[in-house]
């Protein structure tokens, strides 16, 4: 199993910014996509970005685009999540999830992802 590790998050007001990091451990690393997913209290975890590991292909979720933009570093294992234009609606729990789908397109769906970090809490204030 692979054991992902957030970190990055915290408190910023409306407007700010910040950057998630999550990197790998364990079993060596071979997912084909990962993702960011997030949830906010009382409602469901939902996909804000990924990433195909190896290519340039990426998924968005509409409420971010534009503001948020996912990368990585295939030399050092490391997904990031760089998040400018922060607003109040973005505070959740954030993940980072790993995902072996062979499919041909990416998964935006929770189910798709067998691998989950513990989660970093994001604050925007306003």
């Known amino acids: 199993q692979v054991q992902l590790v957030e970190s990055g998050g915290g408190l910023v007001q409306a407007g700010g910014s910040l950057r998630l990091s999550c990197a790998p451990s364990?079993?060596?690393?071979?997912?084909?996509?990962m993702g960011w997913f997030r949830q906010a209290p009382g409602k469901e975890r939902e996909c804000v970005a990924a990433?195909?590991?190896?290519?340039?292909?990426?998924y968005y979720a509409d409420s971010v685009k534009g503001r948020f933009t996912i990368s990585r570093d295939n030399t050092v294992n490391t997904l990031y999540l760089q998040m400018n234009s922060l607003r109040p609606e973005d505070t959740a729990v954030y993940y980072c999830?790993?995902?072996?789908?062979?499919?041909?397109?990416?998964?935006?769906?929770?189910?798709?992802?067998?691998?989950w970090g513990q989660g970093t809490q994001v604050t925007v204030s306003s």
């Open positions: 990433i195909k590991w190896i290519g340039t292909s990426t």
């Open positions: 999830a790993a995902s072996a789908f062979s499919g041909g397109y990416i998964p935006s769906r929770a189910y798709a992802y067998d691998d």
């Open positions: 364990g079993r060596t690393f071979s997912s084909s996509f």
